[in-house]
Structures are given as C-alpha cells and as structure tokens.
C-alpha cells in the first residue's frame, strides 16, 4: 500500500507540474489524496485523465474549533446548494471526536432542511458528502469519475505494437490504466507522412495518460519488409507472414529491453489475420504473452 500510495502522489505531482500549474500542496489522508489549491476547475480536467484515479471532488474545506462550529459552517456553506431542492446529507468521519457520524447527519439535516424542498435518501436532487478528519473538514456536492485503473508504473513493463490508428492507442490506454510502462514500436510501411500521423496521436497520448516515466517510441524501417514479401510469399499468405514478422521483431526488441509482454490493438475476427485460428498461429511463433486488451 506504501508503495502504490507513493506511485499516485508522484504521477499527482508530475501532472500538475506537466501541465503547469505551480501553487498546491497535496496530503494524504488515508483512502484520500487532499489537494489543495485555487484552480479547481483546470486541475480536475488534468487530474481526470490519471490513470489510477477512481474518482475527484472538488470541495471546499475548513477548520472547525467545535461541533457547534461545524454545524455552522455545514449550514453557511451547503444552504445553496440545497435551497429549494431536494437533498440527503452523508457523513464520513476519521479520528476523535465528540461526536458521532449519524449525529452529525441528523443536526446537519435538521439545519439545512427549512431552506430545502425535503429530504430523501435515495436519487435526491443534491447529496451533501461531509469529510470530517480530525479538525478538517471538507463540503462536497459533485463526484467526478476518474480514468480508474491502477496507479502509473506499478504492473511492469511493456511493449505496444503501434500504429497511429485508432485500435493500437486504446490498447496502449487501456494498459496505461493497468498500471504498465508502455513503451511503443512503431514499424512505418509508407514513410514519412505516415510517421508523423503517428506521431501526432503518441504525442497526445503520452502527454495526457503517461505518467511516472520516460515512454520510448521505437521506429523500424518496414519497407524492405514489405518488398521482401512481395518477392518471397504468396498473396494469400502475405498478410500472415507480415503479422509473424512484425510479433518477430518486437519479441526480438521485448528480451533486449527486458518487455514482460506484448500489447497490440487486434480484436477478434476485425480482420482475416485476426481470426481464433490466424491469431493463435502468429502467436505460437513467439515465445512472449500477447495482451490484447
């Protein structure tokens, strides 16, 4: 839990820090990562696309001196919200006090109720979540879901076949959120207009979703490939022989820079090279896993 705790505070900390944003301090407070700071609104669109990240609040927070003090605060701040609408009030507490949770819920209700339209538990217009930890406490009505996932670099290294469409890059996203290094093979059959296609889509990738480390784009040159096949395998079989070849290569650079498995965009039975039978044939040339996610 250390481990995976420091792993999101360090990917928190290089998102703002890519995307420039210089006054905030963030804490941990056990299940919660608290990040305060003004631009709540620019920061939770960044924060949104952090792999790992199940969900965000924006919220505003105090210090209370007393449970009376609280209550106060509860009703100055949340009557807004809940004018003329209908609400319910939920209630999280950690540490010691005076107080329990369900008497918190009850007193605050109690406050806020003659501004609203009623209370209900279930679908209500408005849900007040109340945050209480020690002497803090946070007001929040909204709860923004996340990329999910796992937190950036905690499942291992891997090596995503590339190719600029639209398959390949949500592989690569979808093993982003599983907490993998993704590292990228790019093996160009067009040239140089067709590579910085690619380029674009790594480019917006790796900026938005890649955090904790370094990604590397490696390009082969697959034109003499393609002339080699041309002259040495037949039409029906030419498809095939390119996939193999492009599994070849990567498996080749996977044990060079210590890849634990492949991740290519393929779905079943999308192409002809896709189906049960062609895709179990190109993978038994190969001795690492294939992930097609």
Known sequence: RIFFEKCYIDAIKEALTRHGFQ????????????????????ISKVLETLPGIQSLSPALHWVFQSKADLLEQVQKIATPYIKDKIFRLKVKRIGRHPFKSPEIEREAGSLLFPFSKGVKLKDPEVTIHLEIRDQHCCLYTEVIDGLGGLPPTTAGKVLALFSGGIDSPVAALQMLKRGCVVDFLFIDLIGQKSFQTVLQVYNFLIHHYAYGYQPKLYVVNGL?????????????????????AFYKLAEKLAY????????????????????LHSLKFIES?????????
């Not at 006054?23 to 620019?42: K, S, Y």
């Not at 003499?224 to 193999?244: N, S």
């Open 285 to 293: 040339q190969i001795s690492l896993p294939v992930l097609r996610p």
């Open 224 to 244: 003499p490939l393609v002339e080699f096949l041309r002259d040495h395998v037949a039409d029906k079989w030419r498809q095939l022989a390119l996939k193999i």
């Open 23 to 42: 006054q905030w301090e963030i804490q941990n407070w056990g299940g919660r990562f608290v990040l305060f700071c003004e631009q709540l609104d620019e």
């Open 256 to 275: 060079r820079k210590k890849y634990l498995a492949l991740v290519t965009g393929e779905a079943l039975a999308q192409k002809s090279t896709q189906t």
